[in-house]
C-alpha cells in the first residue's frame, strides 16, 4: 500500500509539471483527488488493512493528499499570474499614440439660417415669440381675414386632423393674433419662428413641411417706408450690403397692401437663368400692412394703431446662401449633404 501511495503521488505530480492552463488543472484535480482517484481507493480499503499497517497507511495517504492540494494551490496561482502577464502584455497601453478625433456635431443648414435671422432681428429691436404648430382653423384663416368659404383659403391646402377644426398651419400668420392677443394694448415687434405644413406636390423648391419666420410690428403711425426699410436692411445684412432687392405688389387676405420681395438672382446677377426663371430675380418673402380686420381679430384697433408684417422661408434664404439646387435635401438626412455646413 505505500508503494502503490508513492507511485500515486509521482503520477500525480508528473501529470501536474505538464499542466499550463485552468481546464486541464481541474480535470487533473479530479483524477487525482477526486472520489474517484487512486488515492481515494486506498482511503476506502484502509478497513482491510491490519491494525498495525492501518496508521502508518492512514498517516501517509493524508500526507500524500496534502501535498496534492498544496501542489494544486500553487499551480493555481502559476496560471493566474501567467494569465495576467500576457493579458499585460497583449492590451499594452502606449500613452504616447495621439488621441482618437471626436467627430463635431453641427447645426441643420436651416438652423444656422435661422439663428442667423434672429441675431439680424434682434439688433433691430425684435422679440422671438414662440407659437403653435397644430391650429384652429380659426387661427390659420377666420382671424386672418379668410371667413369659410373664401376662396382664398385654396392658396393653402393642408393636413387636418381627427378633431374637427384643428389642423396643421399652413403658415406661422396665425401666430400674430396669438402675439397681439397677449401683448394688447403694447405696441408690438416680433418674430415667429416654425414649422410650417402643406398639402401640396414636393418639388425642388417645394416641400410638405418648412419653417417659416413671420414678422409683426404694430404700434402707432407705422407706414410702408418702415416695412420697406425694415427687410431691405436685413436682406442687406444677409446676404451682402450692395444685394439688389425689389418689392413686387402681391395680394395677400391679412395684408393691405401687400408686397413680395424680391432679391437679385445670385447665379445669373440679374441677366436671367434657369434658378430665376428667366426674370433675374428670386422671391424670398411675402409681406403687408396688417389688414384693419386683422388687427380688430387681435384687439387692436386699426383707427389706433397700424402695423406691417412679413413671412420668410429660411429653406429657401439657405438655398440661396449657399446654391443649393434642390430643397428636399434638407430631409433627407443624407450626411454628405449635411456634413458641406
Ligand atoms: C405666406 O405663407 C404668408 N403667410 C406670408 C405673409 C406673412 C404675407 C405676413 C404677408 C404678411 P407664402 O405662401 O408665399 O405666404 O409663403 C411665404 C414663404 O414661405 C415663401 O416665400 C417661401 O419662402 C416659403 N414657402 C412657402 N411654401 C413653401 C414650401 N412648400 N416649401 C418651402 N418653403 C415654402
Redesign the pocket.
Known amino acids: 500500500m505505500l508503494e502503490k501511495l508513492e507511485q500515486i503521488k509521482l503520477d500525480a505530480l508528473a501529470a501536474m509539471d505538464k499542466i499550463t492552463d485552468q481546464e486541464s488543472l481541474l480535470v487533473w484535480r479530479a483524477t487525482y483527488t477526486g472520489k474517484k482517484s487512486a488515492l481515494m481507493d486506498i482511503f476506502n480499503q484502509m478497513r482491510e488493512l491490519s491494525k498495525e499497517e492501518r496508521p502508518l497507511v492512514g498517516k501517509r495517504a493524508n500526507e500524500v493528499r496534502q501535498d496534492l492540494e498544496k501542489r494544486y494551490e500553487e499551480k493555481q496561482s502559476e496560471i493566474k499570474k501567467e494569465l495576467l502577464k500576457e493579458s499585460l502584455q497583449s492590451e499594452i497601453l502606449d500613452v504616447t499614440l495621439p488621441g482618437r478625433n471626436l467627430s463635431h456635431g453641427r447645426l441643420h443648414p436651416t438652423t444656422q439660417t435661422l439663428r442667423r435671422i434672429y441675431k439680424i432681428f434682434a439688433e433691430m429691436g425684435f422679440q422671438v415669440y414662440r407659437s403653435r404648430e397644430v391650429e384652429t382653423d380659426d387661427f390659420n384663416f377666420t382671424h386672418l381675414n379668410m371667413p369659410q368659404h373664401h376662396p382664398a383659403r385654396d392658396?393653402?391646402d393642408t393636413f387636418y386632423t381627427n378633431t374637427e377644426g384643428v389642423i396643421l398651419r399652413t403658415?406661422t400668420?396665425p401666430g400674430q393674433i396669438h402675439a397681439m392677443k397677449e401683448y394688447f394694448p403694447e405696441p408690438i415687434r416680433v418674430i415667429l419662428p416654425g414649422m410650417c405644413y402643406?398639402y401640396?406636390q414636393v418639388s425642388t423648391?417645394?416641400?410638405m413641411q418648412?419653417t417659416?419666420v413671420?414678422g409683426l410690428a404694430v404700434g402707432h403711425d407705422i407706414t410702408f417706408g418702415d416695412l420697406k426699410g425694415t427687410l431691405s436692411d436685413f436682406a442687406r445684412r444677409l446676404f451682402d450690403a450692395d444685394v439688389r432687392t425689389r418689392f413686387r405688389a402681391s395680394h395677400?387676405p391679412?395684408?393691405e397692401p401687400?408686397a413680395e420681395m424680391d432679391v437679385e438672382c445670385f447665379v445669373c446677377n440679374g441677366d436671367g437663368c434657369s434658378v430665376c426663371k428667366q426674370t433675374g430675380w428670386l422671391?424670398?418673402?411675402?409681406?403687408?400692412m396688417v389688414h384693419p380686420n386683422v388687427l380688430r381679430a387681435g384687439g387692436y384697433d386699426p383707427e389706433v394703431y397700424s402695423g406691417f408684417?412679413?413671412?420668410?422661408?429660411p429653406?429657401?434664404l439657405t438655398m440661396l446662401l449657399h446654391r443649393i439646387g434642390d430643397?428636399r435635401n434638407f430631409w433627407r438626412n443624407d450626411m454628405r449633404f449635411l456634413e458641406q455646413f
Open positions: 392658396m393653402w403658415h400668420s402643406r401640396e423648391r417645394s416641400e418648412f417659416q413671420e395677400f391679412f395684408t401687400s422671391e424670398i418673402l411675402g409681406s403687408g408684417a412679413f413671412g420668410m422661408g429653406e429657401r430643397i
